[in-house]
């Protein structure tokens, strides 16, 4: 091939990189920079073991970019990109999208909330974005991200939840979507910081249980007169090196189980 044959097909791989939307290139990675629109808030979360199986496998997916001047800004597989630095990798398969500012914003929350490692909090809080973005009702943003309308409806009720209780309820471990749902009914009812205490606890440890904390269901009688705490006090017996302790109810033997993992 001649010369100029040469230099006109390096031309046409440059145009394809530059304007093609969906072409596959390699990038290097000082090339590419993290988007702004990514819904996790620990971006390096499980990267150890990310980079391990890239490590052993390669990339398996590319990593879907945008041009922004002279840098690629990501729009999906941002851990990946981190867990390819993390190795010593110099050069990542990109897929180049060229599109809008505002689609690439909603593509790249959809592309997030189809996983599954998000947070609660996290993904009520890139719904919400989007909604407010796109100008969505309830039912087109259930149309969208592929959930039922109920389901939206009640997860973007945890983005309405105040920041300290989000706080509140990571530190204390509530991280299930469903859990952070009945978290939403009990603050309405002004019962979030008993519902925790519960969960805390080991009163609360499942959806139904949480949802009977709801209803008032699981909610501890008041001592009647006459009555004192000593009456409500466990059974214990011994046989040999085997202790036996009888709870007067399954939640209270819940309780003491969670309590003694604590001690232990």
Known sequence: MSSKHKDIGLLADVFRRETLDGSITRLRLD??????YQPRQDRLREIDELAASIKRDGLLHPIVVTKSGDIY???SGERRFHALKSIGAKEAECRILSRESRDLQRIAIIENLQRVDLTAQEEAVALL???RQEEYSD?????KVG???NYVTEILGIAGLPEALLRECLEAGITSKNLMIQVVQAYRKGEH???????QSGKIQTVREAKGFNRGESRQPSSRP???AQSYAPAVTVDKNIVRITYKSESDA????????KLL
């Open 147 to 149: 959930k039922s309308r």
């Open 254 to 261: 819940k309780a003491a189980v969670a309590r003694l993992k």
């Open 139 to 143: 039912q087109d943003l259930s149309e």
């Open 129 to 131: 974005k989007l909604k």
């Open 31 to 36: 090339q590419i920079q993290p988007s702004d």
């Open 226 to 228: 006459g009555k004192t």
């Open 73 to 75: 800004k990501i729009i």
């Open 193 to 199: 910081r008993e519902f925790i205490q519960a969960f």
